[in-house]
T-cell receptor, first 119, second 115 residues
Framework: AQKITQTQPGMFVQEKEAVTLDCTYD???????LFWYKQPSSGEMIFLIY??????QNATEGRYSLNFQKARKSANLVISASQLGDSAMYFC????????????????FGQGTILTVHP | DTEVTQTPKHLVMGMTNKKSLKCEQH?????MYWYKQKAKKPPELMFV???????INESVPSRFSPECPNSSLLNLHLHALQPEDSALYLC??????????????FGPGTRLLVL
């Protein structure tokens, strides 16, 4: 069974500073995908970044980077130069392995981290 | 364009009502999903459609009935709901290339209140 753990229920950061949101995972499948989503209070789940288990380099998307440490089974999200608009709930998620030869892309989510950016 | 639209944004219904939630995507994705999300909790998968066929039903009560009329549309028909069904309902879509790691793109959700 797959499991995602986010140990930080809440995080605070000063505007323009960097912040790291922790995510550890557990799976026995060698092929998997890791995702980070942002969910503002409006409710929409916004895709931020993806890391494949076989990717050699850490993923980056603008101010977002994923610190992927495969041996430690961690996939931390780093947000550089925080902005007030970054205040939101952040979810780490992992895709399920193929089932019976058909891909379903079922996601396992962590419990989320609420990030608050202070001016 | 990574856009998934959902209507309505808000819905209030009584326990005897019948209503439907609608989801639409024009990204050519062949997998579509319904999730239920309670406040401050992660989304819970309800249904998955792959190539317009129901692939996964996560033991959802029959008062929720999904429908996929075509590859761009996904509906969720609601009937005789309970107050505990009040939640944010999220629709998502993704490519289905057979790898199981495609990114899911979510819509803005429908906030449902059952009285």
């Amino acid at each position: 069974a797959q499991k995602i753990t986010q140990t930080q229920p809440g995080m605070f950061v000063q505007e323009k500073e960097a912040v790291t949101l922790d995510c550890t995972y557990d799976t026995s499948d060698p092929s998997y995908g890791l995702f980070w989503y942002k969910q503002p209070s409006s409710g929409e789940m916004i895709f931020l970044i993806y890391q494949g288990s076989y990717d050699q380099q850490n993923a980056t998307e603008g101010r977002y980077s994923l610190n992927f440490q495969k041996a430690r089974k961690s996939a931390n999200l780093v947000i550089s130069a925080s902005q007030l608009g970054d205040s939101a709930m952040y979810f780490c998620a992992m895709s399920a392995p193929l089932v019976g030869g058909t891909s379903y892309g079922k996601l396992t989510f962590g419990q989320g981290t609420i990030l608050t950016v202070h001016p | 364009d990574t856009e998934v639209t959902q209507t309505p944004k808000h819905l209030v219904m009584g326990m005897t009502n019948k209503k439907s939630l609608k989801c639409e995507q024009h990204m050519g994705h062949r997998a579509m999903y319904w999730y239920k999300q309670k406040a401050k909790k992660p989304p819970e998968l309800m249904f998955v459609y792959s190539y317009e066929k129901l692939s996964i039903n996560e033991s959802v009560p029959s008062r929720f009935s999904p429908e996929c009329p075509n590859s761009s549309l996904l509906n969720l028909h609601l009937h005789a709901l309970q107050p505990e069904d009040s939640a944010l309902y999220l629709c998502a879509s993704s490519q289905d290339r057979g790898r199981g790691q495609e990114t899911q793109y979510f819509g803005p959700g429908t906030r449902l209140l059952v009285l």
